[in-house]
Nanobody
């Protein structure tokens, strides 16, 4: 059974940084993609960043975190990270990691497995 467990969320002031982690267990990686999505109160879940596991290719599309957030993975630890810098109150949300065999990296419907989410709160 595949399990994704996020950690690293918390409260930070405007301009601060946080690093999220997502550990994947019960799965052998191949052509998977890993991604981070987020959902703010009263809003739909949105794409943040993704990475192709085998090629280690990051993808941000036009996500709000582009230029401030960095996604990375550690194959040895089966872990994907999201480094978030220059945080703003608009980044406040529950952040989810997801895994799947994905064609369109920004489409949440293509991801098979999801973590439980970790709360990020940015205050001014």
């Amino acid at each position: 059974q595949v399990e994704l467990v996020e950690s690293g969320g918390g409260s930070v002031q405007v301009g601060g940084s946080l690093s999220l982690s997502c550990v994947v267990s019960g799965h052998t990686f191949g052509d998977d993609a890993m991604a981070w999505f987020r959902q703010a109160p009263g809003k739909e879940r949105e794409f943040v960043a993704a990475i192709r596991w085998r090629s280690d290719s990051p993808f941000y599309a036009n996500s709000p975190g582009r230029g401030r957030f960095t996604i990375a993975r550690d194959m040895a630890k089966n872990t994907v990270y999201l480094q978030m810098n220059r945080l703003t109150p608009e980044d406040t949300a529950v952040y989810y990691c997801a895994r799947g065999l994905v064609d369109q990296l920004t489409k949440e419907d293509e991801y098979t497995d999801w973590g439980q989410g970790t709360q990020v709160t940015v205050s001014s």
